[in-house]
């Protein structure tokens, strides 16, 4: 499932999705929340740009909604029909949640939005840009 060349492989692991050989950020750890953001400009191995286009990554709130809603519906169905809780505590486990989750959310969603765009290659792991 979690192998080299599928898209689910380049968005869980945040890599360039061509080459799929090196992460597109600076800080790989999501909670460095200075720099959940800071991308390359470009891979280093397959010389893909990252910023396709001048406000490219705007696309990805929509896929940050959609992954938003995900997450809070997953929260209400284990607060509230798994462990039971009332109506008030599960909201305030999605709120929880949420919070949580949101630089994980943020980078899933640029990293599913790019992938919409761009395929894997084989070749270009193969052929290294300078």
């Known amino acids: ?76 169905i284990i607060s509230y029909n798994i462990i039971g809780t009332s109506l008030k505590t599960s909201f305030f486990a999605i709120i929880a949640t949420l919070v949580a989750f949101m630089p994980v959310i943020m980078r899933l969603s640029r990293n599913i939005w790019i992938n919409f765009f761009i395929s894997y290659r084989k070749d270009a792991d193969k052929n290294p840009k300078p």
């Not at 689910?8 to 460095?32: A, D, F, V, W």
């Not at 397959?46 to 896929?63: D, N, Q, R, T, W």
Request: net charge positive; glycine share 6%; charged share 15%.
């Open 1 to 76: 499932m979690l192998k080299k060349g599928s898209k689910i492989y380049s968005i869980l692991t945040g890599t360039c999705p061509r080459c799929q050989q090196e992460s597109m950020y600076i800080e790989k750890n999501p909670y460095h929340l200075s720099k959940v953001y800071k991308m390359h400009e470009k891979c280093s191995h397959c010389g893909l740009h990252y910023k396709i286009e001048p406000s490219f990554f705007y696309g990805a709130m929509y896929v940050s909604y959609a992954l938003g809603v995900a997450f809070s519906i997953a929260a209400f």
